[in-house]
Nanobody, 122 residues
Framework: QVQLVESGGGLVQAGGSLRLSCAAS????????MAWYRQAPGQQRELVAD???????NYADSVKGRFTISRDNAKNTVYLQMNSLKPEDTAVYYC????????????????WGQGTQVTVSS
């Protein structure tokens, strides 16, 4: 199986920055795309940004120019650098990876982290 563990959330003032990390571990055969989602109270989970195994990126319009997603394939880790944070960025941020475990290398599926809280005060 593949486990995802996020870190780096917290409380920050508007205009500040945070960097989230998500490390994948376990018996991994391959990791394809990785992504960050977020879910605010009473809202649906939404895609924030994703990155392919080759490094191609995609961002939600609401974070373009402020957030940067990156990954270190050697470490099986994805990052989200968040700058110029706004109160509306407050949410639980979830890491996602499309991956195959070594025991079922022919089958890829989505794995999720437990989430990390980001709170931006005004």
């Amino acid at each position: 199986q593949v486990q995802l563990v996020e870190s780096g959330g917290g409380l920050v003032q508007a205009g500040g920055s945070l960097r989230l990390s998500c490390a994948a571990s376990g018996s991994i055969f391959t990791i394809n795309a990785m992504a960050w989602y977020r879910q605010a109270p009473g809202q649906q989970r939404e895609l924030v940004a994703d990155i392919s195994s080759g490094g191609s990126t995609n961002y939600a319009d609401s974070v373009k120019g402020r957030f940067t997603i990156s990954r270190d394939n050697a470490k099986n880790t994805v990052y989200l650098q968040m700058n110029s944070l706004k109160p509306e960025d407050t949410a639980v941020y979830y890491c996602n990876a499309n991956a195959a475990a070594a025991s079922s290398y022919w089958y890829t599926r989505d794995y999720w982290g437990q989430g990390t809280q980001v709170t931006v005060s005004s």
